[in-house]
């Protein structure tokens, strides 16, 4: 029984090796069949080149090798399999595997071509060298007053819109086609000709009316931004609302203003207004503006005005004309002309009484009228009294008329705004001290028909230049060399004169008078006991020589 079950065990073996058998040769047939229909991709990498598309073969099989591709300024060498272009690759090699061939290239020199355009009136364009089979670039279109660019076409006859895409092959001309059209004009008109004349004003006026100007485009096409200005010596006295102008339409307006400016001296000013743009656009015309002095009959009438003026500066001084018969008294009484002036000094006045009949400034007539910056005497004037314009620290110009025949002591002391003065032909007397403390003053001028005074350098001196009367306070230099002439140095001659530092002394006979301090420090002491020579000191304080 067991011999039996044994044999039955071996007889399932023997099948099952017969089986696995069987089966093993239909799993190797399969195989077979599979790889047999196994594909692979072949790249080509051009290297710059034209496209090339690539190819799936089966396994085995070989890649077909494709037409050459192109490239510019290059001839093509060969398909390499390696990137590094050192082994050539054999097309008819099985392909067992996906791979990338390489073209090579040899370089060659490119040949080129020369692109001419012809514009037919319009304006320059330049050529272009192209190489060969790259394109031309379209050029920014060419200018023609009058007419539009159509297009560019290759023949002169003007019938082949040419492409800017076509290879250049060889050398070409390309020619412009125009068509008309209206031809653009510009131009500007303003509401303004000539002259344009603001109403008078007088001295002191309040702010003026500004005058609008229209602007109207008379072409066919927009103006462009327009810019306005001023010109003239006295375009600094006129102001215009805008200097610049957005553009205009055609048929369309704009608009801009132009007033005086306020605090102008007594004058006749004048401009010209000018609009003007690209394309030749332009236009003017002219502005003027008189300022005309106020003119008063009395001084209470002026006290009145004044009164109600408001307060102003120097440089914007009121400009007043004022005829009277006498100036009402010194400056200490009521009603005067100076007690106006001094009860009202933060408003500045030049005052203008040529009209006047006065014969004379009086004693201390202006004293300490700080706001006082001007004035004309006029002509009945002989004499100027005491310290008739002390203190009057705003006065920057006197205009003493020849009728004057005496200056008295200190007139003009301590007028810090003076820069210079002229005596005239007639005065015959000047007391000590007249200018003393004008800080300002680089010069004091004579008539040259006076014939009891000259000036030198802007000094003082009797007629014969034995004595000096005044030297300026704000005269520039540090040292002065006294004339051999000079025996006297007046009373006060070089008082504050804050810039001298030493003198030099030729004669051992000056008088210097020593009441008054006469050379400040030991300066008078030094020429006394040393006579002729150079003398260092600082000139400050009061200096009284007889």
Known sequence: MAGKHVFLGLSVLLCLLIGACSLGTDIDTIQERLSKNKTYTISFDSNGGSSVAGQTVKTGETATRPANPTRSGYTFDYWYSNSGLTTAYNFSTPVTRNITLYAKWNSVSATTYTVTFESNGGSYIATQTVNSGSTVNRPTDPIRNGFMLDNWYSDSGLTTVYSFSTPVTRNITLYAKWNVVIAPTYGVTLSETGTYTFPAATAGYAAQTARSVTVTNTGNQATGALTAALSGSNASSFTLSSTSINSIAASGTG?????????????????????????????????????????????????????????????????????????????????????????????????????????????????????????????????????????????????????????????????????????????TSIGPGVFIYCHSLTEINVAAGNSAFTSENGILYNKDKTKIHAYPGGKAGTTFNIPDSVTRIGDYAFTSCIGLTSVTFRSANIAINDSGGTFPGDLRAKYLAGGIGTYTTKIRGIMRCG
């Open 255 to 427: 608009t801009f203003t132009v007033v005086p400016n306020t605090g102008l001296a007594v004058d006749t000013y004048t401009a010209t207004v000018t609009v003007s743009g690209s394309n030749g656009i332009t236009a003017a015309f002219n502005v003027s503006f008189t300022v005309g002095d106020t003119v008063f009959n009395s001084i209470a009438a002026f006290r009145t005005w004044l009164s109600g003026q408001p307060d102003n500066t120097a440089a914007t001084a009121y400009t007043v004309k004022l005829n009277v018969n006498d100036l009402g008294g010194n400056v200490e009484t009521s009603g005067s002309l100076g007690y106006v002036l001094r009860a009202n000094n933060s408003k500045y006045v030049s005052l203008d009484l040529s009209g006047s009949t006065i014969t004379s400034i009086g004693d201390i007539a202006f004293a300490g009228c700080t706001s006082l910056t001007g004035i004309i005497i006029p002509n009945n004037v002989t004499s100027i009294g005491y310290n008739a314009f002390s203190g009057c620290t705003g006065l920057t110009g006197v205009t003493i008329p020849n009728s004057v025949t005496s200056i008295g002591q200190e007139a003009f002391v301590s007028c810090s705004g003076l820069t210079s003065i002229t005596i005239p032909n007639n005065v």
